[in-house]
T-cell receptor, first 115, second 118 residues
C-alpha cells in the first residue's frame, strides 16, 4: 500500500511568521508531488507542484523536495489569517506515464494563522 | 478560462437508490479523475478517464462506475447507495504537460458534489 503521511495539526502560527509543513511518502520511485490548499467546505486548490530535488518558490510559498529522504515540505512565508486552511500533500506514484494520473493524498495538515 | 464544473452541487438520496454526477473539464483537458472525500478516509481516488477510456481505477466496489464522452465530459454513477457513500465527490481535470523531460499532469478540481444518503 503506497502511502502519504502528514501531521494532522493543527499547526498554529502567528501572523507574519513562517509555517512549515511536512509530508513523507512511501514509494521511492515517486515522481510528481503536489500541494493543495482546501478551505473548509471548499474543494482543493492547487498551490504548486514539484518534481526535482531542491526548492521551488512561488510567491510566499516554497516547496522543498528530498527524494533520498522521501519527503516534501511546504513553507509559507509571512503567514496571513487567510492562509488558515487544510494543506494537502499529493503524490503520483506511478512512474509509467501510461498508467495514468492517480493522486494519492495525505490526510492534510490544518493550519491556523492567528492575528 | 472557465474552471471545472460539477452538477449538481448538492444531492440527497435514500439508501438503495442510484445517483449520477456530472463533470465538465476545463476546455482542452482530456483527462478527468474522480475522488471521494470523507472526514474519516480523506481524499481517495475513484477512477480516471482519458479519451473515453478508463485509464486507472481505485479500490472501490463495482457499485461505483463512470464514463467519459467524446467532448471529455464525464459522469460517475453510484448504484444501490449506502449510508457510507455520503461524501463530497470531486472531479479533477488535467492535460499532459512536459517540463524538464518529465511528463507531469497537474489536476484542477471542481467545486464538488455533496452527496447525502439517508
Amino acid at each position: 500500500q503506497k502511502e502519504v503521511e502528514q501531521n494532522s495539526g493543527p499547526l498554529s502560527v502567528p501572523e507574519g511568521a513562517i509555517a512549515s509543513l511536512n509530508c513523507t511518502y512511501s514509494d521511492r520511485g515517486s515522481q510528481s508531488f503536489f500541494w493543495y490548499r482546501q478551505y473548509s467546505g471548499k474543494s482543493p486548490e492547487l498551490i504548486m507542484f514539484i518534481y526535482s530535488n531542491g526548492d521551488k518558490e512561488d510567491g510566499r510559498f516554497t516547496a522543498q523536495l528530498n527524494k533520498a529522504s522521501q519527503y516534501v515540505s511546504l513553507l509559507i512565508r509571512d503567514s496571513q489569517p487567510s492562509d488558515s486552511a487544510t494543506y494537502l500533500c499529493a503524490v503520483v506514484f506511478d512512474m509509467i506515464k501510461a498508467a495514468g494520473n492517480k493522486l494519492t493524498f495525505g490526510g492534510g495538515t490544518r493550519v491556523l494563522v492567528k492575528p | 478560462k472557465a474552471g471545472v464544473t460539477q452538477t449538481p452541487r448538492y444531492l440527497i438520496k435514500t439508501r438503495g437508490q442510484q445517483v449520477t454526477l456530472s463533470c465538465s473539464p476545463i476546455s482542452g483537458h482530456r483527462s478527468v479523475s474522480w475522488y471521494q472525500q470523507t472526514p474519516g478516509q480523506g481524499l481517495q481516488f475513484l477512477f480516471e478517464y482519458f479519451s473515453e477510456t478508463q485509464r486507472n481505477k481505485g479500490n472501490f466496489p463495482g457499485r461505483f462506475s463512470g464514463r467519459q464522452f467524446s467532448n471529455s465530459r464525464s459522469e460517475m454513477n453510484v448504484s444501490t447507495l449506502e449510508l457510507g457513500d455520503s461524501a463530497l465527490y470531486l472531479c479533477a481535470s488535467s492535460k499532459p504537460r512536459t517540463s524538464g523531460g518529465l511528463s507531469t499532469d497537474t489536476q484542477y478540481f471542481g467545486p464538488g458534489t455533496r452527496l447525502t444518503v439517508l
